[in-house]
């Protein structure tokens, strides 16, 4: 008897890709669209109809069952609020991480499950084995660094098709079986309102107030527009030009104020120490076992040593690492698998 998979269809290629393959391996596929999100924002119109329609042009053309399921109100609760709140303490949240997390291996795979499927599959470039996370081929598309949150359990129930492809091979795929999408541009902003950059979004929902930048001698600098807004290691949207850039090394919420220095050799822009709060792990690392850390989207893998003492869990790495973020992921891997990771404090 076939396998039902429900493929989430997201409107883009990748995704589209993987519901072909799917099918062309003999599963029983249906196609859903997660309606996450749909509000307009900032004058930016949400692409989300847009999307629901490219995805179930997919589904007609490959004459798939499709599904709407409507997460809105778990998403704003579960993600939105999630990262609004990281914003406010000063933090730089990843919202990724948390859809990932909450929504599309939690809720979809419950609500897909609920419904008679056996697994689930998204268009991720990653792949899986045994319950294990392993990074995809396409070392450029890898997207283990998002995954990292994912539960064991929950991983043992999902497909992901592309893990062993190249993005130009996909695109190949998608053109040579004439996907009505296959020409489709990726998407670019936060995860679920599109060309919306993040300071528009935040202005939305929080009251920002100017303060002052200072750098590293005291000296204050000029005006930013709200500490909320910035980011360590940022050096774009400061709005003290002249001479070398400057680059964000800290900010005080209760005060308001943002910091900046010059020299981007300084030791409050880098650290060869990472500690981390809200640890999860896919699969533990053994004694004795190499490590290696990511602290961003497509950074480079570095050495590192784990050290559980207590409550806190700290990372020694074998270099200094530029821009460590209070809020942002450290994921953690042997040569070939993500083993889980944590959130930066």
């Known amino acids: 008897m076939k396998k039902t998979v429900y493929v989430g269809l997201s409107g883009g290629v990748d995704s589209a890709v993987s519901a072909l393959l799917l099918k062309q391996q003999g599963y029983r596929v249906v196609g859903v669209h997660m309606k996450n999100w749909s509000q307009d924002i900032a004058g930016f119109e949400c692409p989300w109809r ?3 329609q490219e995805a179930k042009k997919v589904a007609a053309y490959l004459d798939i069952e499709f599904k709407l399921f409507d997460f809105e109100t778990d998403y704003f609760n579960r993600v939105v609020q999630y990262m609004l709140d990281e914003f406010a303490s000063g933090r730089t949240p990843n919202p990724d991480v948390m859809c990932n997390q909450e929504i599309k291996f939690k809720l979809f795979l419950e609500a897909s499950l609920a419904e008679g499927a056996d697994l689930i599959a998204t268009g991720h470039y990653a792949a899986t084995s045994d319950g294990h996370l392993l990074r995809a081929t396409d070392e450029s598309k890898d997207q283990t660094y998002f995954l ?3 539960e064991r359990s929950a991983l043992e129930k999902v497909i992901f098709p592309l893990g062993s492809l190249n993005k130009s091979e996909v695109r190949q795929i998608a053109s040579a079986n004439l996907l009505p999408n296959a020409k489709r541009k990726e998407s670019m902003g936060i995860c679920f309102v599109g060309k919306v950059g993040i300071r528009e979004f935040l202005s939305q929902y929080v009251k ?7 750098d590293d001698k005291g000296e ?5 527009e709200g500490a909320i807004f910035y980011t360590i ?16 090394t800290g900010k005080d919420m209760e005060k308001n104020e943002v910091y900046v220095t010059k020299n981007v050799s300084s030791h409050l822009l880098w650290s060869d120490t ?9 699969n533990k690392s053994e004694n004795n076992q190499q490590l290696f850390v990511r602290t961003r989207h497509r950074a480079p893998l570095v050495a590192c040593s784990l050290d559980q003492a207590g409550q806190v869990t700290k990372l020694q790495l074998n270099e200094q690492i530029k821009a460590i973020t209070p809020g942002q992921s450290a994921v953690l891997y042997t040569s070939s698998e993500c083993l889980g990771g944590g959130i930066i404090c």
Do not use: M, N
């Open 50 to 52: 847009e999307d629901y």
């Open 233 to 248: 290691g940022q050096r774009h949207g400061l709005g003290i030009g002249g001479g070398l850039p400057y680059y964000v």
């Open 208 to 214: 920002a107030s100017p303060g002052d930048i200072i």
């Open 220 to 224: 204050t600098l000029g005006q930013h």
């Open 274 to 282: 990472i500690k981390l709060t809200s640890v999860h792990w896919i």
């Open 148 to 150: 990292y949150r994912i």
